[in-house]
């Protein structure tokens, strides 16, 4: 029998005009009380928001071979119309819905009675036999409490304690739909069970089929012979199928035995006993394995165990097996701290490397080896002004991530750390407390190579201000540097073969003056170094407690003028800020100084209003020099927003800049430097001239461009140029070009293979966007022109519905082996991932979000 539709609202009860209404009491039992969920902190949420490809589908069985007893014999029923599945399909599908409906419950047909056990009826016709047994018959609805039967003709046996119903049969109670042929009701309790069943799971989105359906006293519904999917009605792409079904709401969980995993109809896989849950909840069980190829590694299985040890902490357990290395087991345990501190620790060990197929001579070192991987995070605070950080990370060797690592793009992982942290923030002081240090993962790995460890770092830096515009700054650090290398190593440099401390202070007076038309600001600092080192057992004429103090004085100002002006009709105020800033720090030999971790900085916009021209704290460049500028800003009138600045400035030296890293003050002539692009930096009397330009052309589309002009020599030193749209349906695109002429970024000796060696050109074109509300397209392509070559090229296409999704994921690029500065020795690279999302199950294959996400800029995968 077709069913009704009920127009009132949710909750209110109706009555067809002429029927009858019956009240009669049950016997007075308490309702049943359903096991409460497990505490969380918040909410019912996972701790962490985790994706589904991770967290959703949970085995307890591997899947047996395809064709495992005729992969499950159950057979249950055929599925009911959407009409009769509450599920109502939406005139226009709103922005943002995957599914064509939504599943909504009816109102209630008749009112509940006075109490949650008492029983309401309505039907057209009663008997009542001599046996104490009650027929109703007609349209017959009978309420207890939040539970409703409807069906032709329902008998109560003589104890009222239970009622049979004919089919057609629809059994509801709040957010579940059970639809059969028969039905038997208990009235004391809401167990109930039904023939030929088909059930509705309206939050979880759920539905399926079943030879026999029951709902058990504890809350529990026992499905034989049963089906169950996410997909909506009309839509079967994959269900899970088992003999016999338990499906728990209380506890999220459900479980099957003899299940097949159906897809199109075709059975895929086969579990003698698979457990999945029903909810978003975490569960202890066996994640989705992984699969790949590779030809250095060959197969690589992956079998994800997830334990669900607490509402505040969790752990993954992943044992794999790479063919050509062996078996290695991979792990992770996450925390969360009442106060809000949390850490993880992970971590993988592989016994006796096989050493993979056709290893090179680096590689043919590690065969038989053991390989391991360990990396402990943790960051916390004591107070509101005091936070803290711990971090530690360790690999057996430094071709670790190139061997056993899975990112979709290699993302090259440079460093491991280890830092102890602890800082405080005040209103006039910030103090830090800092022990760091960095395995770098290059093999083999050369002692000039190593990075230094701060053992232990002190900063202590404070500013006071006064209403008269003055200002005063303490700025201080302590550190002690040291690296385990032999220093008597020729390769190493003198300036970095020592260990030991740098004091280095910085105070600093200044004075600002900030007027709606201008503003002033001159400034004195002294810098003060000093070491304490010792060089071993190296044989040296460099001191062992240098020291160097060099002031450093500043001046900057600049004028602020507006005027109202129109710009396409609309009104804007237009700025016109013209800047000017004088620098001047004098030449003090710093020869002797050791470089622990100092590097000379890339000429930049910024970089013509500061005096400074290294990062680090080992060096301090001499300057003589005046820049000057100009920027414009327009501000919209009605939006307050700066819709286009444009700024051009260029910096004159009126003395060479002899401090280089080594910082020798005596380099006179071109022999001295080690190659013309260091000279030409440090004698040429201009900088190059630097334009910019940021245009936000309207809500969608924005553009800038950063030129560094050199009109001396007519090159172009550097430039970027990008334009980027972005839609409120989720469409981007970016185009960028970039120019970088050999020697425009400065490098010392040591990492001179990988820096640019010659002018490149590249372009670069990024796009994602949806096809429809199901599809979406991206894609990247980086073009070299200087070497007519593709750099890389992606192309990805994702299909989402509220049934499946599928996103697959193509790239190809070059891969540079860390010497930018030569191309003979690039390695072309490519990959495919596969990425298959069951709704309410889980996915299959390795997610490239991480990656796009990146490479795509805007690009934003809400998941599946």
């Known amino acids: 029998m077709a069913q009704r539709s009920h127009s009132s609202h949710p909750g209110k009860p109706t009555t067809a005009p002429g029927r009858r209404q019956r009240r009669f009491a049950t016997p007075s039992l308490s309702a049943h009380s359903r096991q409460a969920p497990i505490a969380r902190l918040g909410d019912d949420r996972p701790v962490w928001q985790l994706k589904p490809l991770v967290f959703r589908l949970l085995w307890t069985l591997a899947p047996l071979a395809a064709g495992a007893p005729l992969m499950a014999q159950a057979a249950p029923p055929e599925p009911l119309s959407a009409s009769q599945l509450d599920w109502q399909p939406y005139d226009e599908v709103p922005q943002g819905k995957l599914c064509s409906g939504r599943y909504v419950t009816p109102a209630y047909r008749i009112e509940a009675g006075d109490t949650p056990e008492q029983v309401t009826t309505s039907a057209d016709k009663a008997n009542y036999g001599n046996d104490g047994v009650a027929t109703l018959m007609g349209e017959v609805v009978l309420r207890r409490g939040d539970s409703q039967l409807e069906s032709p003709e329902v008998s109560v046996n003589e104890a009222r304690d239970t009622a049979t119903a004919k089919g057609p049969v629809t059994y509801r109670q709040p957010g579940v739909l059970l639809r059969g042929d028969d039905a038997r009701v208990s009235l004391n309790s809401d167990a109930a069970s039904v023939d030929n069943g088909h059930y509705v799971f309206h939050e979880q989105h759920v539905r399926g089929d079943a030879v026999q359906l029951a709902r058990l006293e504890d809350g529990r519904y026992r499905l034989k012979d049963a089906s169950f999917t996410s997909c909506e009605p009309g839509n079967s792409l994959w269900r899970l199928v088992g003999s016999d079904i338990t499906i728990d709401q209380d506890s999220g969980w459900g479980t099957a ?131 803290y950080q711990l971090k530690y990370g360790a690999a057996s060797d430094g071709n670790y991530f190139d061997d056993f690592g899975r990112n979709f793009g290699e993302t090259e992982t440079d460093s491991l750390e280890r830092l102890a942290q602890l800082d405080y923030h005040g209103d006039v002081w910030d103090l830090q407390f800092k022990a760091q240090g960095y395995q770098r993962m290059d093999y083999p790995l050369d002692n000039d190579d190593k990075p230094f460890y701060r053992l232990p770092s002190l900063t202590a830096d404070g500013r006071w201000s006064q209403s008269n515009g003055f200002y005063e700054e303490w700025n201080s650090n302590a550190t002690y540097f040291w690296r385990d290398v032999d220093q008597t190593d020729t390769d190493i440099d003198e300036d970095q073969a020592a260990n ?165 003050p005596d380099k006179t002539s071109r022999s001295d430097f080690d190659s013309y692009s260091d000279y030409y930096r440090a004698t040429r009397d201009r900088s190059p001239v630097v334009f910019q330009a940021d245009v936000v052309l309207n809500d969608q589309w924005t553009a800038s461009q950063a030129v560094f002009q050199d009109f001396d020599r007519g090159v172009t030193e550097s430039a970027q140029t990008s334009l980027r749209y972005r839609a409120e349906q989720g469409t981007v695109l970016n185009f960028g070009f970039n120019r970088e002429i050999e020697g425009f970024v400065p490098y010392d000796d040591e990492d001179a293979d990988d820096v640019l060696g010659y002018t490149r050109n590249e372009w670069d074109f990024s796009f994602a966007t949806p096809m429809s509300e199901s599809w979406s397209l991206l894609g990247r392509y980086m073009y070299d022109s200087t070497n007519s070559r593709s750099l890389e090229k992606v192309l990805g296409v994702q299909y989402n519905d509220c049934c499946y999704g599928v996103q697959v994921t193509w790239r190809e690029w070059q891969d540079d082996n860390d010497t930018a500065n030569t191309i003979s020795d690039d390695e072309e690279k490519n990959g495919i991932f596969l990425t298959f999302e069951f709704k309410g199950l889980g996915g299959v294959g390795q997610s490239a979000d991480s990656y796009l996400e990146q490479a795509v800029p805007g690009y934003r995968n809400a998941g599946f």
Do not use: C
């Open 257 to 387: 035995k003899h299940a097949r995993m159906e897809m199109g109809g075709v059975p895929v896989f086969y579990w003698p006993y698979v457990r999945f849950p029903v909810d978003d909840r975490r569960h202890t069980g066996l994640l989705w394995p992984q699969f790949s190829y590779t030809s250095s590694s060959g197969f690589d299985y992956a079998q994800p165990i997830y334990l669900n040890l607490a509402p505040n902490y969790d752990a993954t357990l992943t044992p794999r097996y790479i063919s050509e290395r062996g078996e290695m087991l991979e792990g992770e345990f996450r925390y969360l701290l009442p106060r809000g501190d949390e850490g993880s620790i992970e971590g993988a060990w592989l016994a006796d490397d096989d050493g993979g197929s056709d290893p090179d001579d680096d590689e043919e070192d590690l065969i038989g080896e053991d390989r391991w991987y360990i990396n402990y995070q943790h960051a916390g605070r004591y107070d509101a002004r005091t936070d």
């Open 500 to 664: 030991g401390s740098r004091l280095r202070l910085a105070p600093a007076l200044g004075w600002r003056s900030d007027q709606s038309w201008s503003f002033i600001e001159p400034r004195a600092q002294l810098v003060s170094l000093s070491y304490s080192l010792d060089y071993g057992d190296r044989e040296t004429d460099r001191s062992t407690s240098p020291s160097a103090t060099i002031p450093v004085l500043s001046l900057d100002s600049g004028l602020i003028f507006d005027r109202e002006t129109e710009w396409f009709g609309d009104g804007y105020t237009q700025t016109l800020e013209p800047r000017l800033y004088y620098a001047y720090v004098p030449e003090v030999d710093q020869s002797d100084l050791p470089d622990f971790d100092t590097s000379e900085d890339a000429f930049s916009w910024n970089q013509l209003w500061s005096p400074y021209r290294f990062s680090g704290g080992d060096r301090v460049g001499d300057t003589n020099k005046v820049s000057y500028g100009v920027s414009s800003r327009f501000i919209s009138d009605e939006s307050g927003r700066e819709r286009l600045k444009l700024g051009v400035g260029q910096s004159s030296y009126l003395s060479d800049r002899n401090i280089d890293m080594d910082g020798d």
